[in-house]
């Protein structure tokens, strides 16, 4: 337990070292004891200088590294940070987060930068630019073709996070930024910024940053945003009002500066008419909404603010929150048995006071004295329901956000109202659906959707491995429509692109082949000489091809496929019905039995460079074989991928089956495993 009696100095890291404001700072509280934490002032730093750094010494440090390059430093200060986590929960507890509002906080976040390290070297190319999508043919002949690509910019991301999530916050914006080849300065809320300070501290300390990738302010921004330029990008978590204000900063609108937020989301979990009292959904939806209001002392961008219900079940979700709530030991976060502890400040109290006293105008409370303190020593709050009546003519519980353990329920007599009620929050993160009936589902689902930027269903089938109402993840996006802010800021690779430079490349395929790193259609082919297989990957190239003998199918080679396989569809088996058949003008060949022979011209069998085919991508049949037609294949090296940490790499091979006189009857990418050197036999 923190017991301070004078202030932690913060300094902030930028332009290269730590440095502190000038004059007396302000001091944050223990938001349990109400004792001295820390004093935070950024006054008099120079902000220009600090843009500067991370443009000419960030950037270039990191655009220098392959993506792969990067997802392995981002692996290692995950895995070292792990290591480190005692250090953050003990200060974590200061933030007034109890052991498992501090796991969702600190593992979270490094869960988070590792699931991302794990994505780019699965999903992304090892090299400095990402293709996205396929190749555009833009002329008859094939000498004029499009490509669209993703590129690093050459700027900084400014990421401004809230109070509540002071490491989450940070590490699961700078997951995507770092893969993107950008670096950051991070601006934490100052009521929590010594624990992302403490977490900042320690990872420059690890050494396995490039100079420049992470700095980090302890206080106001000042002219930061000022400075910013299209290469720039901003980020930032908090208030709709704060959010605007910032957007509207000259410099942001006049360089088109790509800002998203996360904003005020009222969140809304609905409970669907067949999950009745007595059902594993009605159950499953009391907790939720419960857990929702005491995780973080209901101080997360995703809680339940707004439990709409059948009209009929409304004093049962009542009585039910009733009992739960009642159980609820209120208290110090770093004691044992404490389910909730105080909000994150006296300030934040106030807030959430006055925000209930306006929801109180509509609605009635039935749970919880919004005005009395558990504990006046600290930052504490009773948790409090409300009941509103009018639901689709009422105002204020679905503009105002009481960020704390708030909910106000809402009954409805039919969907379309559930619906309706949902969607009055004008915007957000998330809703969730509890329910065991498919059509409940469809329809509340599809009724909501354009309005939330994810919804959960939530039933008895997934109640033990469902993350949650509450829970952001890194493979989904965590953004929202409207008042939620329009971000994404996660979501896997979408985030990524956030950071990156679309761009639409034009011109011949050897020149977009050169410029990607990937071999495009029409591009130069280098045939003859050693088979391609022989090729280690050092020696490979792009466009080295091979082209192969000619194979006649038979219409023994088709009925012998179909009994050894099992498969003995009628358009393979039977003449008459084939012909009937609007695609076929008799028996045709098995599209998997083209594959099985377009690899057995293409492979060379002898041991070699290649350790193993896994497997095949894009697979498109265009043309019927029939008996008596002649397969060839044209097999080209289409992308090379090297593993940093393997003796071996990927390779893409662009694989096309022709028959007779060229026609093309099945094209697909064939992947494989290939060694870095040539093996000893």
């Not at 401004?160 to 700078?174: D, Q, S, T």
């Not at 991070?186 to 010594?194: D, H, L």
């Not at 105002?400 to 009055?424: H, K, S």
Request: with cysteine.
């Amino acid at each position: 337990m923190l017991d301070r009696t004078r202030p932690i100095r913060l300094k902030s890291f930028l332009a290269g070292r730590w440095q502190e404001g000038d004059g007396d700072g302000t001091v944050v509280l223990d938001a349990a004891t109400g004792h001295p934490v820390a004093e935070l002032n950024a006054a008099g730093i120079d902000m220009a200088e600090a843009l500067a750094y991370g443009r000419d010494v960030g950037g270039p440090a990191l655009r220098a590294m392959r993506i792969h390059e990067r997802a392995l430093m981002m692996k290692a200060l995950g895995l070292k940070l792990l290591e480190l986590k005692e250090e953050f929960y003990a200060l974590s507890t200061a933030t007034g987060a109890t052991r498992s509002d501090s796991w969702i906080d600190i593992e979270g976040g490094i869960g988070t930068l590792l699931t991302y390290a794990s994505k780019g070297r699965r999903e992304l190319p090892n090299g400095h630019v990402i293709a996205d999508g396929a190749p555009e043919i833009l002329s008859k002949d094939g000498s004029f073709i499009g490509q669209h690509v993703f590129s690093p910019m050459h700027g900084v991301a400014i990421h401004i996070n809230a109070f509540n999530f002071p490491v989450w916050g940070m590490l699961e914006k700078l997951s995507p930024t770092w893969l993107a080849g950008m670096p950051a300065i991070v601006k934490p809320a100052s009521q929590t910024a010594y624990l992302t300070e403490l977490v900042v501290r320690r990872i420059l300390e690890t050494g396995l940053l490039p100079e420049g990738a992470l700095q980090v302010i302890c206080g106001s921004t000042g002219d930061l945003l000022d400075h910013v330029t299209c290469q720039d990008v901003v980020t930032f978590t908090g208030s709709a009002a704060t959010a605007r204000k910032l957007r509207a900063t000259p410099a942001v609108i006049e360089n088109s500066v790509r800002f998203t937020s996360e904003a005020d989301s009222l969140n809304a979990s609905i409970l669907a008419p067949d999950a009745e009292p007595g059902t594993p959904e009605f159950d499953l939806f009391v907790k939720e909404v419960h857990r929702e209001m005491t995780a973080k002392t209901g101080q997360k961008c995703t809680a339940i603010r707004r439990a709409i219900v059948p009209a009929e079940h409304l004093l049962a979700v009542v009585d039910a929150l009733k009992a739960r709530i009642d159980k609820t030991v209120i208290g110090h976060p770093g004691e044992e048995g404490t389910r909730m502890g105080p909000l994150a400040s006296l300030a934040q109290v106030e807030e959430v006071r006055a925000s209930v006293r306006k929801l109180a105008s509509e609605a009635r409370i039935v749970i919880g004295d919004p005005e009395t303190s558990p504990m006046p020593e600290g930052a504490f709050f009773s948790p409090c329901v409300l009941v509103c009546d009018d639901p689709l003519n009422a105002t204020a519980p679905h503009e105002v956000e009481a960020f704390g353990p708030v909910v106000t329920l809402f009954a409805y007599e039919t969907m379309d109202d559930a619906v309706a009620i949902a969607n009055r929050g004008a915007g957000s993160l998330v809703a969730s659906i509890f329910t065991d009936d498919a059509e409940n589902a469809r329809a509340l689902g599809l009724g909501i959707a354009r309005l939330h930027g994810r919804i959960l269903f939530g039933n008895r089938a997934s109640a033990k491995s469902s993350t949650g109402h509450g829970s952001p993840l890194p493979q989904l996006i965590h953004g929202g429509p409207g008042r939620a802010g329009g971000g994404e800021e996660l979501g896997g690779m979408r985030s990524v692109h956030h950071f990156m430079q679309r761009t639409a490349l034009q011109g011949t395929p050897d020149l977009l082949t050169a410029v990607v790193g990937r071999w495009m259609p029409g591009a130069s082919r280098r045939t003859g000489g050693e088979h391609p297989f022989r090729k280690s990957l050092a020696e490979l190239e792009l466009g080295d091809t091979i082209v192969t003998e000619k194979r006649v199918v038979t219409l023994e080679d088709i009925e012998r496929f179909a009994q050894f396989t099992g498969d003995t569809f009628y358009a393979h088996m039977d003449e008459a019905a084939a012909k009937r058949n609007p695609f076929f003008e008799g028996r045709v060949a098995h599209g998997y039995l083209i594959v099985s022979f377009a690899a057995g011209l293409f492979v060379e069998p002898a041991e070699g460079p290649v350790l193993a085919n896994y497997g095949v991508d894009n697979l498109r049949f265009m043309t019927p074989v029939y008996p008596g037609n002649a397969l060839q294949v044209q097999l080209t090296a289409k992308e090379i991928t090297p593993r940093e940490t393997e003796d071996y790499g990927e390779v893409r091979w662009d694989c096309t089956v022709t028959r007779d006189e060229g026609e093309v009857v099945a094209q697909y990418d064939v992947l494989t495993m290939v060694a870095k050197t040539q093996r000893d036999a």
